[in-house]
């Protein structure tokens, strides 16, 4: 069983970057597709940004194109998120999650694993 454990997070200006990190236990990580997803407070879980299970393709929520950069590495097991331009409206706790197939989803409901996600505070 894989495990998901996100890093990065924390407090930063508007205009500044983090980079959020998704590291994987467990079975090999490259079998699964991973998406990023962000949770503000009184307010739904959303999809943030995807990776394919080959690292090929790519999907970001409208929100943030531009600005994040999704990414893995499959030799460390781990899928970044680069956050640059940071705008106080990304506010939120940020989630991976992974689903054992090639296809990146955008729906939170077809990942199979999620991490315990990582506080992403901006301040203007």
């Known amino acids: 069983q894989v495990q998901l454990l996100e890093s990065g997070g924390g407090l930063v200006q508007a205009g500044g970057s983090l980079r959020l990190s998704c590291a994987a236990s467990g079975r090999t990580v490259p079998r699964y597709s991973i998406g990023w997803f962000r949770q503000a407070p009184g307010e739904e879980r959303v999809f943030v940004a995807g990776?394919?299970?080959?690292?090929?393709?790519?999907e970001y929520r409208h929100s943030v194109k531009g600005r994040f950069t999704i990414s893995r590495d499959a030799a460390k097991n781990t899928v970044y998120l680069q956050m640059n331009n940071l705008k106080p409206e990304d506010t939120a706790v940020y989630y991976c999650a992974g689903r054992e197939t090639a296809a990146i989803f955008t729906v939170k409901g077809y990942y199979q694993i999620w991490g315990q996600g990582t506080q992403v505070t901006v301040s203007a």
């Open positions: 990776v394919s299970r080959d690292g090929i393709n790519t």
